[in-house]
């Protein structure tokens, strides 16, 4: 049993004490040199937050146990210590609520950047060429392009960082170390930080086929002729004389930011970042299998051993990022990126840590479909809350193709999400657990919704990761070699769920033998 389990309100409850529970995620965040969920204040319970919408929601979180018989002691991990330098004095200095909510402020400021905790992912993590971590405070700094201190300017409303100087003068993020022959030692590229420009042509990344449009610029696939290995690469146009432009590098700005210091398993790795003449590129972690929304137009819904799989995947992402006082703010099929082996990769930064009127406007006209009524309703100060809530409409969306409330459109949507008490409709064919996780995640009240660690720990998930064969997919989700015979499934086989009522009638076992 979890040891929040018994609690009767998730007030003061945070993720320190729990990390990601997949294989996966501790293995490669291991790889990567970084730990898992650094010590936080809770920064929900302190922000009032209940609105009148709220006043009727649950009032606290009361764990798992509504669906599941299962209620033995479960040891939680400890927290792997990152050898990197964490701003301690932020993480748990803060009794406003407001923890979570500075790494989303609207001023993107320079002292946002700050608090961020400082991981050393870059690109050359996918190569085997990563040098070792340091603290923020001993790396040198760069310069800025001069074509892009505008844009930078944009993102902190002070203009100035935290040591006082101005953000012209010297970048925020360090520079990291850089191998010859890494990607981000490529000529004019960069990571962490600033921009270098290069002569167009120069960059080994070449530009290949188109792979779609995004709100801001377009995305291609790449080919580091050099290495041999492929990227996706975003690009916008430099041009800084409309609104709109502005926008959107100060968007692919805010996503270089905070991807270039992530390392996650399931986070879509960074590469570096390219300013030429015309346009702005990074370079990202090619995900050939696209996006979860195309796989849904594609073939369909999910069953529910992939929606497992996939959720405690980007649940695994989510409690990285949220241990990192970073929330995302656009979790959706069409930003979470499958690879041909079932393995979940984040993607789309370009919202987190964006809460100004304008993006909160222009995340309007995208979809709202995955927002949480707190951001309908444009409640100051968004948590990692509202990452659980679009997880929710995204684990519905995996089961039916759609996002919840589908049915209806543009005010009537948001009107819906915001002003009604209703909570989307749960297809009937789910489990008692999966229908119970949903529920918990799409509490109208945020302050009742489980962190994403805790929600790694619920019966939904946790029976899926004891049957996991490998580091991604499940012995249901993956297809496997037939040897000329089947096994039906028997109780060995699903010891944790067979204490379920779902799944007391398995059949017995049965082994049925193909013709020769
Ligand atoms: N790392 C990647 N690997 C492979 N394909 C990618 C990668 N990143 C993005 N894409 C694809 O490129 C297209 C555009 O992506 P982008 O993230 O710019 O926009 P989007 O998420 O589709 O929309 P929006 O920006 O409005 O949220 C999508 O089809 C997406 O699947």
């Known amino acids: 049993m979890p040891t929040w389990w018994g609690r009767k309100s998730c007030k003061n409850k945070d993720d320190n004490h729990s990390n990601s529970r997949g294989i996966s995620t501790d293995r490669d965040i291991k790889s990567c040199g970084v730990g898992v969920d650094p010590p936080l204040t809770p920064t929900r319970g302190g922000t009032p937050r209940c609105s009148r919408e709220f006043a009727g929601a649950s009032s606290g979180f009361s764990g798992f146990d509504s669906d599941s018989t ?48 400082v991981s050393r992912g870059h690109s050359d993590v996918k190569f085997n060429e990563r040098a070792s971590p340091k603290a923020v405070s001993n790396r040198p700094t760069s310069p800025l392009h001069q074509r892009l201190s505008g844009v930078v300017s944009l993102e902190s409303s002070t203009g100035r960082n935290d040591d006082g100087r101005s953000s012209s003068e010297c970048h925020p993020l360090p520079r990291p170390p850089t191998s010859p022959t890494s990607p981000s030692a490529v000529h004019g590229s960069r990571i962490g930080g600033g921009y270098e420009t290069s002569p ?127 929330v995302h703010r656009d979790i959706k099929g069409a930003n979470i990126l499958v690879d041909p082996n079932g393995e979940i990769k984040l993607a789309d930064f370009g919202m987190a840590k964006h809460v100004t009127a304008f993006s909160t406007m222009l995340s309007f006209k995208g979809s709202p479909y995955w927002m949480a009524p707190e951001v309908v309703m444009s409640q100051n100060g968004y948590t990692r809350a509202v990452d659980v809530w679009s997880l929710g409409c995204t684990i519905l969306e995996m089961a039916t193709s759609k996002p919840p409330w589908s049915q209806f459109e543009g ?106």
């Open 70 to 117: 299962e209620k033995k002691g479960h040891p939680l991990p400890r927290p792997l210590l990152s050898p990197v330098s964490i701003h301690q004095d932020h993480v748990s200095g803060s009794t406003s609520g407001s923890t979570s909510v500075s790494s989303v402020s609207s001023s993107g400021s320079a002292e946002d950047q700050s608090q961020l905790v």
């Open 200 to 326: 167009s042509g120069f960059s080994k990344w070449k530009k290949g086929k188109f792979l779609g449009r995004g709100t801001f610029g377009q995305v291609y696939q790449g080919f580091n002729s050099e290495k041999g290995k492929m990227c996706a690469i975003k690009e916008v146009n430099v041009i800084t004389d409309d609104q709109t432009s502005k926008e959107c590098l100060k968007q692919l700005n805010q996503e270089i930011n905070l991807l270039s210091q992530l390392c996650h398993p399931n986070i879509v790795q960074y590469y570096g970042s390219e300013l030429s003449e015309e346009t702005l590129s990074v370079y990202l972690e090619y995900v050939s299998g696209g996006s979860i929304h195309k796989l849904l137009k594609e073939y369909g819904s999910f069953t529910e051993p992939v929606i497992q799989n996939y959720t405690r995947q980007i649940l695994a992402g989510l409690a990285y990022l949220h241990g990192r006082n970073t």
């Open 411 to 516: 005010v009537a949507a948001i009107f819906k999400i915001g002003n009604s008490k209703d909570t989307p409709e749960i297809p009937d064919h789910l489990s008692n657990d999966a229908k119970n996780f949903i529920r918990l995640c799409l509490q109208r009240n945020p302050t009742a919704r489980p962190t994403a660690s805790q929600l790694l720990e619920h019966p939904f998930l946790r029976v899926h990761t004891t049957r996991v064969a490998n580091n991604s997919m499940p012995k249901d989700a993956s297809p496997r070699p037939f040897d000329g015979s089947y096994s039906l499934p028997t109780r060995e086989s699903y010891p944790g769920r067979l204490s379920h009522d779902n799944y007391q009638r398995q059949p017995v076992s049965r082994t049925i033998k193909s013709p020769r």
